[in-house]
């Protein structure tokens, strides 16, 4: 049976013969008797074995090495050490054997070390508790919003648009290497036209958006951007919720109750890994959860915000600006000088997107940031210029190329309406859920610069 089965109703099995499969993850033998530390990947919680010299290979067990599987059978008793519950057992069988050399031995590891162990990794307590919430925050997030009326919608991986703008894109190519020196023919490449890994499936999800008012996109994203910082890879996943019939205030609404649904089902449901990563990784993490469920987010305008870090008692290594984005260090600051989630919004339209809409002094978009205690920016949205004439001689302003966008522009032209939306990159929210703070340490197999291993 699974270890999830059992320890959920344990009581259940006590003084019962049940039978496990799952790995060695610590071994100490005596001379007449020896403790195996087992696990079997379905909880993050484990069952120690009590074997002795009672048994018919007691002598082949004692060899049993860590990272091997086996199939044990006995008897769930009451523990006299520092577990609860205990096996003892009556028969051992080695199902697969694992040799001296075996990386992961029960010892303190880097993670340095453990990324270049990536295909091993998962078999560690800490990348064990890691990848098991990423499992339960991804569940977490299609709950909320199957449960409030979202159509799913898969928004395509190859692209000819650059929803951005800022051009960081892996292009798609069938062209040979040798033929992409100079000026290129993509008329004889495969879709007849370059193309490129998306950066968003936001523009893709508008158009589902005004078909069924509440759509949303939760899927792999892709920056060519060099860079090496521990919040940056070149792959990723984004949730992506488009809203029709929906302002800048129903969209921070939205983003707040979101957030907080999918922190609680973390905590209500990986209890164990929270007290782990609390105990492990980073120090006040329960609170610092539990206190962002509890919050009421802040809301305040960009102008606003810079006059704060303007006239703040501190020596800023990047001088705040009106007109201008904010670094790290300002987040930091305005999230612990509110004591809370804030969000910034109505940002200068010069540092943004062309598809969010003008406000009427000219100057700002409705654009809005959300900043949390601890991590900085985690969600930005926007309300969308629903108005077709607007959105052109915006689009001209910018001086973009709205070649190919016309279907985008048409969704103004027929039907539209108010409709906003927002992104969350998902491995940036679980940095925050778990405390570990590099974005490699995330996600199973990290792509980033001058790396693809495996």
């Known amino acids: 049976m699974d270890l999830r089965d059992l320890f959920k109703d344990i009581d259940k099995y006590l003084d019962k013969e049940v039978t496990v499969q799952g790995w060695i993850k610590l071994h100490r033998d005596q001379k007449t008797f020896g403790f195996i530390d087992f696990a079997d990947g379905t909880t993050f919680l484990h069952l120690q074995l009590v074997y002795d010299d009672k048994l018919d290979n007691f002598s082949e067990i004692k060899k049993l090495l860590v990272g091997s599987a086996i199939k044990a059978t006995g008897v769930i008793v009451k523990s006299h050490g520092n577990q609860a519950y205990e096996m003892q057992v009556k028969s051992i069988q080695l199902l697969g054997d694992c040799p001296e050399d075996y990386p992961i031995q029960p010892k303190r590891h880097t993670r340095e070390f453990l990324r270049e162990q990536a295909y091993l990794r998962p078999r560690t307590n800490l990348f064990q508790a890691v990848f098991r919430v990423r499992s339960m925050a991804a569940y977490a997030i299609h709950k909320y919003f199957q449960d409030h009326g979202y159509v799913y919608f898969h928004a395509p991986l190859i692209t000819a648009s650059d929803c951005e703008g800022a051009?960081?894109?892996?292009?798609?190519?069938?062209?040979?290497?040798?033929?992409?020196?100079?000026?290129?023919?993509?008329?004889?490449?495969?879709?007849?036209?370059?193309?490129?890994?998306?950066?968003?499936?936001?523009?893709?999800?508008?158009?589902?958006?005004?078909?069924?008012?509440?759509?949303?996109?939760?899927?792999?994203?892709?920056?060519?951007?060099?860079?090496?910082?521990?919040?940056?890879?070149?792959?990723?996943?984004?949730?992506?919720?488009?809203?029709?019939?929906?302002?800048?205030?129903?969209?921070?609404?939205?983003?707040?109750?979101?957030?907080?649904?999918?922190?609680?089902?973390?905590?209500?449901?990986?209890?164990?890994?929270?007290?782990?990563?609390?105990?492990?990784?980073?120090?006040?993490?329960?609170?610092?959860?539990?206190?962002?469920?509890?919050?009421?987010?802040?809301?305040?305008?960009?102008?606003?915000?810079?006059?704060?870090?303007?006239?703040?008692?501190?020596?800023?290594?990047?001088?705040?600006?009106?007109?201008?984005?904010?670094?790290?260090?300002?987040?930091?600051?305005?999230?612990?000088?509110?004591?809370?989630?804030?969000?910034?919004?109505?940002?200068?339209?010069?540092?943004?997107?062309?598809?969010?809409?003008?406000?009427?002094?000219?100057?700002?978009?409705?654009?809005?940031?959300?900043?949390?205690?601890?991590?900085?920016?985690?969600?930005?949205?926007?309300?969308?210029?629903?108005?077709?004439?607007?959105?052109?001689a915006r689009m001209q302003e910018m001086k973009m190329d709205a070649t190919g966008m016309d279907w985008y522009l048409n969704l103004r032209k027929y039907g539209g309406c108010i409709h906003s939306g927002f992104g969350m990159g998902f491995e940036r929210l679980l940095i925050y859920l778990t405390g570990v703070d590099n974005i490699r340490d995330v996600i199973p197999y990290p792509r980033t610069p001058k790396n693809c291993e495996f």
Request: with cysteine; aromatic share 12%; proline share 4%.
């Open 167 to 392: 051009g960081e894109m892996f292009q798609v190519t069938t062209l040979p290497l040798d033929k992409l020196k100079g000026e290129v023919d993509y008329s004889k490449d495969f879709f007849g036209k370059m193309t490129n890994l998306t950066v968003s499936g936001q523009l893709e999800a508008e158009t589902f958006a005004m078909a069924f008012k509440k759509t949303y996109t939760f899927g792999p994203t892709f920056r060519a951007e060099n860079s090496n910082t521990k919040t940056h890879a070149s792959e990723f996943w984004m949730i992506e919720p488009e809203i029709a019939f929906c302002d800048l205030e129903g969209d921070m609404d939205i983003m707040e109750d979101m957030l907080k649904y999918i922190v609680k089902y973390v905590l209500d449901h990986a209890q164990e890994e929270i007290a782990f990563f609390d105990k492990f990784v980073e120090k006040g993490l329960k609170e610092k959860l539990e206190k962002l469920v509890q919050s009421k987010f802040i809301r305040i305008d960009h102008e606003e915000v810079i006059r704060i870090l303007k006239e703040a008692p501190v020596k800023w290594e990047f001088k705040p600006e009106y007109g201008e984005d904010i670094a790290k260090e300002h987040e930091k600051y305005i999230t612990e000088y509110f004591d809370g989630p804030v969000f910034i919004k109505n940002w200068p339209k010069d540092i943004k997107a062309f598809y969010m809409k003008v406000n009427d002094d000219g100057k700002t978009v409705a654009a809005v940031d959300l900043e949390v205690p601890g991590a900085g920016e985690l969600m930005g949205g926007s309300q969308r210029e629903e108005d077709y004439d607007k959105l052109v």
